[in-house]
């Protein structure tokens, strides 16, 4: 049973035509990426997969069952825009913010402890809001959505404006969620992010869903003609028939062949012009590519005049 | 739902609580009444220094006339008898001395009164009034009414009157006899004012504040953590509630400071501004219901706007009923049953005052009274349910302030 699953929704503010015939369902267990460019309709559709708005028609499902309010102490939410009371203590604030998700205090209380154990700032715990760095503030929040143990996370852009440590440890703990059995929604427009995490992914361009399905399943729909090499030497092999474009960076080349077929004979070119290869490897191509080849293929790219504001 | 009652109950008391265990919250309560202390305080130091028609001189050939406009100058003001000083109308000297007077910073003489006889008999004399201050328009009035008496004073000796039955015939004549002790138009004009400044001072500190928050939580983008679980009418509710009993508990701590004050006051007081209990209930509902409406009308305002500038621009709009209701309420109390007090203790933004007003200067009957409860009721009802229509749309279209037409189409948005 999936946990979401949208059929067919369409939401149009005024004259703006938000989300198009989105369907998608995500699976117990998983990590999804709904993926697109700003202003796509990422946040309108998880605001109408959690009730803040209606969509004008199609039907949202959560658990199984038609969307009703009391299915939402299931699900955390850590929004694109968010933001904490300044001038509340953080235990104080997690406390509240665990009660509004149907928690007792006392529950409440001992989770935010936990937790903030956990996601290493148990310091901050009796300090006020606005004391802390914006990386804790962060933490806050991510804990804030997970307080009530919700089957369903739903992170919007979670990690811009994180470090790297505190990303990694964020990841970290979403993996253990998911292996936990928690289904794990993530709306991002930055597309390398979510490569290694998600299992699949919907992306979403201009309110219309372009593309969807398993990660494993899209890549392979996708030729392996791409080649990353690092050389030092003549560079003349570049110029091989078997190369349909490149880019060289003083010494590391990403290359796109004509054929998946051709990476070994672009090697022997490589060695035999006297080329020293200290790395060569056959790539699938990233998602960003994936996405950007796939929505020129849409008329929507064509009305948009050809930009994606990626 | 209780899930409901729940969620408006913990965004009450996180408003609550924040709130009263703020440092401010205890300045306030402490600094206002010591303000307000301070400045009646000042108001009477001030007017108990303002002195009108303390000095005064007559110039009169008349020494009798000039003695009855002596004793009618005292008998305006038996707290502070005035000096009179009487000289005869020819002595130039006196006259000079007197104008040197009132150019020297010395003396404390207001003014002169030169009382020439008509030349034709049986007219009145001519009166000239020379002030040290020509706006000291006090001094000037009491001794033209004075004036006037003596003139009175004069044709009744004339005729024959003897000076005690004169003064029998000019005493002030006293309205209240037989009605025993209770005032009961002066109780009433108290409460109902005590009720316009109790509101005014709560709407403007705490209604306000409920839009302020309302803000803060639009701008630090919390709200879309709450709106994850919460509607926004039972996050909008919980605000009003919070708030308005933040500044409830306000209200009540100088309650009973002053009743407090009161009982143990040895100057003896004497608060009767509340009839009676039933009335004294009926203060408090109406008070509550009224404040209620207003915080609601704020929460729209909060809703409407996003930022503190755009708000304070339509602040006004709250404080305008307000405004009006204190305006048309002498008229109320004049004609109770009249159709502006009729008229306006049904309208919801005026009921509160101009109701309870009737209440206790009229009759307007249970069903009225209870007709009125329900409007308001209902209104603070549909008053909260559009702000949580305007704010739902509102945060999902941030970054525009909203027109009147957009907010009229928001409306209709789910």
């Given at each position: 049973m999936p946990i979401v699953e949208l059929q067919n929704i369409r939401k149009v503010y005024d004259t703006k035509v938000?989300?198009?015939g989105l369907t998608l369902a995500i699976e117990p267990g998983t990590m999804f990426g709904l993926l697109g460019p700003n202003g796509s309709g990422k946040t309108s559709s998880i605001r109408m997969m959690i009730g803040m708005t209606v969509p004008d028609s199609g039907t949202v499902q959560l658990f199984g069952k038609p969307?009703?309010?009391?299915?939402?102490?299931k699900v955390g939410y850590l929004p694109e825009e968010r933001g904490l009371y300044?001038?509340?203590?953080v235990l104080d604030q997690l406390i509240f913010l665990g009660q509004l998700h149907g928690l007792d205090e006392s529950t409440a209380r001992k989770r935010s402890l936990a937790w903030c154990e956990r996601m290493e700032i148990?310091?901050?715990?009796?300090?006020?809001?606005?004391?802390?760095s914006k990386g804790m503030q962060q933490k806050i929040q991510f804990i804030a959505a997970l307080l009530h143990e919700p089957d369903l996370i739903i992170m919007d852009e979670?990690?811009?404006?994180?470090?790297p440590v505190n990303a990694e440890l964020l990841m970290k703990t979403l993996i253990e969620l998911r292996a936990a059995g928690k289904a794990i929604l993530f709306s991002t427009h930055r597309m390398d992010q979510v490569e290694k995490l998600c299992d699949s992914i919907a992306i979403i361009f201009k309110g219309k869903l372009v593309l969807s399905g398993g990660m494993r399943e899209i890549k392979n729909?996708?030729?392996?003609n791409r080649v990353q090499m690092t050389f030092t030497g003549p560079?003349?092999?570049?110029?091989?028939?078997?190369?349909a474009s490149f880019e060289n960076y003083t010494g590391i080349a990403e290359i796109k062949l004509?054929?998946?077929?051709a990476a070994q004979s672009l090697l022997h070119a490589a060695v035999a012009a006297g080329a020293h290869v200290n790395r060569f490897e056959v790539m699938e191509p990233t998602l960003e590519e994936i996405f950007i080849e796939t929505v020129k293929g849409t008329p929507e790219y064509a009305e948009a005049g050809g930009r994606i504001d990626v | 739902m209780s899930s409901a009652i729940t969620n408006t109950f913990l965004i009450a008391r996180r408003e609550y609580l924040e709130r009263v265990r703020a440092k401010s919250f205890l300045v306030m309560t402490v600094l206002i009444p010591a303000l307000m202390g301070a400045a009646i305080f000042g108001i009477a130091l001030v007017n108990r220094n303002?002195?009108?028609?303390q000095h005064v001189a007559v110039l009169s050939d008349d020494p009798a006339f000039a003695a009855n406009i002596q004793a009618e100058l005292a008998a305006a003001d038996t707290a502070n008898k005035p000096v009179v000083d009487i000289y005869p109308l020819h002595d130039a000297s006196a006259r000079a001395n007197l104008d040197t007077q009132l150019k020297s910073k010395g003396s404390d003489l207001d003014g002169y009164l030169v009382v020439t006889p008509s030349s034709t008999s049986g007219q009145r004399p001519i009166f000239q009034w020379v002030p040290?201050?020509?706006?000291?328009?006090i001094t000037r009035g009491r001794v033209a009414d004075a004036s006037r008496g003596a003139l009175i004073r004069q044709k009744l000796a004339a005729s024959g009157m003897s000076a005690p039955q004169i003064d029998d015939l000019l005493a002030s004549v006293d309205?209240?006899?037989?009605?025993?002790?209770?005032?009961h138009a002066g109780a009433a004009v108290a409460s109902a004012w005590a009720m316009y400044f109790l509101m005014y001072f709560i709407i403007l500190f705490y209604g306000m504040n409920v839009a302020r928050s309302i803000i803060e939580e639009k701008t630090s983008r919390i709200f879309e953590v709450l709106l994850a679980t919460i509607k926004p009418e039972e996050m909008l509710a919980g605000k009003v509630i919070g708030v308005g009993s933040v500044g409830l508990t306000q209200v009540g701590i100088w309650l009973a400071l002053a009743v407090g004050y009161a009982k143990f006051s040895t100057a003896g007081l004497d608060i009767?501004?509340?009839?009676?209990a039933g009335q004294c209930g009926l203060f408090a509902l109406f008070f509550l219901l009224g404040f209620l409406l207003y915080a609601s009308l704020a929460a729209a305002l909060g809703a409407m706007n996003n930022s503190e500038q755009e708000l304070q621009q339509m602040q006004i709009f709250l404080m305008l009923p307000l405004i009006f209701s204190s305006m048309i309420i002498f008229n109320v109390i004049t004609s109770p049953d009249g159709v502006v007090a009729k008229a306006a203790s049904f309208f919801p933004f005026t009921a509160p005052l101009i109701m309870y007003t009737r209440v206790i200067v009229g009759k307007p009957g249970a069903a009225a009274v209870a007709g009125s409860l329900a409007i308001l009721v209902a209104t603070i009802a549909i008053v909260l349910w559009l702000a949580s229509r305007i704010y739902r749309v509102g945060i999902l279209m941030y970054g525009k302030k909203p027109n009147l037409p957009e907010i009229l189409r928001w409306l209709k948005y789910s």
């Amino acid at each position: 049973m999936p946990i979401v699953e949208l059929q067919n929704i369409r939401k149009v503010y005024d004259t703006k035509v938000a989300v198009e015939g989105l369907t998608l369902a995500i699976e117990p267990g998983t990590m999804f990426g709904l993926l697109g460019p700003n202003g796509s309709g990422k946040t309108s559709s998880i605001r109408m997969m959690i009730g803040m708005t209606v969509p004008d028609s199609g039907t949202v499902q959560l658990f199984g069952k038609p969307f009703a309010r009391t299915s939402l102490h299931k699900v955390g939410y850590l929004p694109e825009e968010r933001g904490l009371y300044k001038k509340m203590k953080v235990l104080d604030q997690l406390i509240f913010l665990g009660q509004l998700h149907g928690l007792d205090e006392s529950t409440a209380r001992k989770r935010s402890l936990a937790w903030c154990e956990r996601m290493e700032i148990a310091e901050a715990i009796e300090k006020k809001t606005e004391e802390l760095s914006k990386g804790m503030q962060q933490k806050i929040q991510f804990i804030a959505a997970l307080l009530h143990e919700p089957d369903l996370i739903i992170m919007d852009e979670p990690f811009s404006g994180l470090d790297p440590v505190n990303a990694e440890l964020l990841m970290k703990t979403l993996i253990e969620l998911r292996a936990a059995g928690k289904a794990i929604l993530f709306s991002t427009h930055r597309m390398d992010q979510v490569e290694k995490l998600c299992d699949s992914i919907a992306i979403i361009f201009k309110g219309k869903l372009v593309l969807s399905g398993g990660m494993r399943e899209i890549k392979n729909r996708y030729p392996r003609n791409r080649v990353q090499m690092t050389f030092t030497g003549p560079d003349s092999f570049l110029k091989n028939p078997a190369v349909a474009s490149f880019e060289n960076y003083t010494g590391i080349a990403e290359i796109k062949l004509t054929s998946p077929d051709a990476a070994q004979s672009l090697l022997h070119a490589a060695v035999a012009a006297g080329a020293h290869v200290n790395r060569f490897e056959v790539m699938e191509p990233t998602l960003e590519e994936i996405f950007i080849e796939t929505v020129k293929g849409t008329p929507e790219y064509a009305e948009a005049g050809g930009r994606i504001d990626v | 739902m209780s899930s409901a009652i729940t969620n408006t109950f913990l965004i009450a008391r996180r408003e609550y609580l924040e709130r009263v265990r703020a440092k401010s919250f205890l300045v306030m309560t402490v600094l206002i009444p010591a303000l307000m202390g301070a400045a009646i305080f000042g108001i009477a130091l001030v007017n108990r220094n303002q002195k009108s028609a303390q000095h005064v001189a007559v110039l009169s050939d008349d020494p009798a006339f000039a003695a009855n406009i002596q004793a009618e100058l005292a008998a305006a003001d038996t707290a502070n008898k005035p000096v009179v000083d009487i000289y005869p109308l020819h002595d130039a000297s006196a006259r000079a001395n007197l104008d040197t007077q009132l150019k020297s910073k010395g003396s404390d003489l207001d003014g002169y009164l030169v009382v020439t006889p008509s030349s034709t008999s049986g007219q009145r004399p001519i009166f000239q009034w020379v002030p040290r201050v020509t706006s000291d328009v006090i001094t000037r009035g009491r001794v033209a009414d004075a004036s006037r008496g003596a003139l009175i004073r004069q044709k009744l000796a004339a005729s024959g009157m003897s000076a005690p039955q004169i003064d029998d015939l000019l005493a002030s004549v006293d309205l209240s006899a037989g009605n025993g002790k209770s005032d009961h138009a002066g109780a009433a004009v108290a409460s109902a004012w005590a009720m316009y400044f109790l509101m005014y001072f709560i709407i403007l500190f705490y209604g306000m504040n409920v839009a302020r928050s309302i803000i803060e939580e639009k701008t630090s983008r919390i709200f879309e953590v709450l709106l994850a679980t919460i509607k926004p009418e039972e996050m909008l509710a919980g605000k009003v509630i919070g708030v308005g009993s933040v500044g409830l508990t306000q209200v009540g701590i100088w309650l009973a400071l002053a009743v407090g004050y009161a009982k143990f006051s040895t100057a003896g007081l004497d608060i009767h501004m509340l009839p009676s209990a039933g009335q004294c209930g009926l203060f408090a509902l109406f008070f509550l219901l009224g404040f209620l409406l207003y915080a609601s009308l704020a929460a729209a305002l909060g809703a409407m706007n996003n930022s503190e500038q755009e708000l304070q621009q339509m602040q006004i709009f709250l404080m305008l009923p307000l405004i009006f209701s204190s305006m048309i309420i002498f008229n109320v109390i004049t004609s109770p049953d009249g159709v502006v007090a009729k008229a306006a203790s049904f309208f919801p933004f005026t009921a509160p005052l101009i109701m309870y007003t009737r209440v206790i200067v009229g009759k307007p009957g249970a069903a009225a009274v209870a007709g009125s409860l329900a409007i308001l009721v209902a209104t603070i009802a549909i008053v909260l349910w559009l702000a949580s229509r305007i704010y739902r749309v509102g945060i999902l279209m941030y970054g525009k302030k909203p027109n009147l037409p957009e907010i009229l189409r928001w409306l209709k948005y789910s």
